[in-house]
């Protein structure tokens, strides 16, 4: 069935040290993706969403990559630093602008920070 | 502005009883809508009210039901709970107009079911 994935459950990294979160996702279909941070105790997070017409978008110390050949993205973390230790969730909306609700979410990868 | 509120934060429930969960999205959102987490399973979409009207619903079985009210407020309901039910229970609010960015989960509701 139609999924997102993620390649790895934890990422370890020094304080300062750029980080990469991977997603794949099944559905070409798929027009619109978006990436989520929860820390404990708290509901997801809106970090940066990428549409599908485009490749890469960047934003404040984070960047996401779209490859739409082999259907994979990815979170790129600049100077990571002790707050970002979070579990960070991959997501597909196949209806941009419509019913924004349905969204399918990757089973999540949790960073750890080392200072 | 006050974020989304839900309420209760914890809950603990006996395997038969149903139990109703409230979200108060922020102030002038019109759309909310309702995920449940797992470990196992993640985050799972329930279902996606707006002005009332449920928009969009997820797979789940019929005992997941929810509800939105005239001033936006949700409330979601699940009867004859299984222990598989013991999740944490996410509500979101949007204005809907501007796509999924627009989204501001609550910090949940965790129910156990024993």
């Known amino acids: 069935g139609e999924s997102v994935g993620l390649h790895l459950p934890t990422l370890s990294v020094q304080e300062g040290d750029n980080s990469i979160i991977n997603c794949a996702y099944s559905n070409s279909a798929s027009d619109y993706f978006i990436w989520y941070k929860q820390e404990s105790g708290k509901g997801p997070q809106f970090i940066i969403d990428i549409r599908s017409n485009m490749d890469k978008r960047q934003g404040q110390r984070v960047t996401v990559l779209l490859n739409k050949t082999v259907k994979h993205l990815s979170l790129q973390i600049a100077a990571t630093q002790p707050g970002d230790s979070a579990v960070y969730f991959c997501a597909e909306n196949k209806n941009y602008g419509g019913s924004q609700g349905n969204l399918i979410f990757g089973k999540g990868t949790k960073l750890s920070v080392k200072p | 502005k006050a974020g989304v509120t839900q309420t209760p934060r914890y809950l603990i429930k006996t395997r038969g009883q149903q139990v109703t969960l409230s979200c108060s999205p922020i102030s002038g959102h019109r759309s909310v809508s309702w995920y449940q987490q797992t470990p196992g399973q993640g985050l799972q979409f329930l279902f996606e009210?707006?002005?009332?009207?449920?928009?969009n619903k997820g797979n789940f079985p019929g005992r997941f039901s929810g509800r939105q009210f005239s001033n936006s407020r949700s409330e979601m309901n699940v009867s004859t709970l299984e222990l598989g039910d013991s999740a944490l229970y996410l509500c979101?609010?949007?204005?809907?107009?501007?796509?999924?960015?627009?989204?501001?989960f609550g910090s949940g509701t965790r129910l156990t079911v024993v």
């Open positions: 009210y707006f002005s009332e009207t449920q928009r």
């Open positions: 979101a609010s949007s204005m809907s107009d501007r796509g999924i960015a627009g989204y501001t």
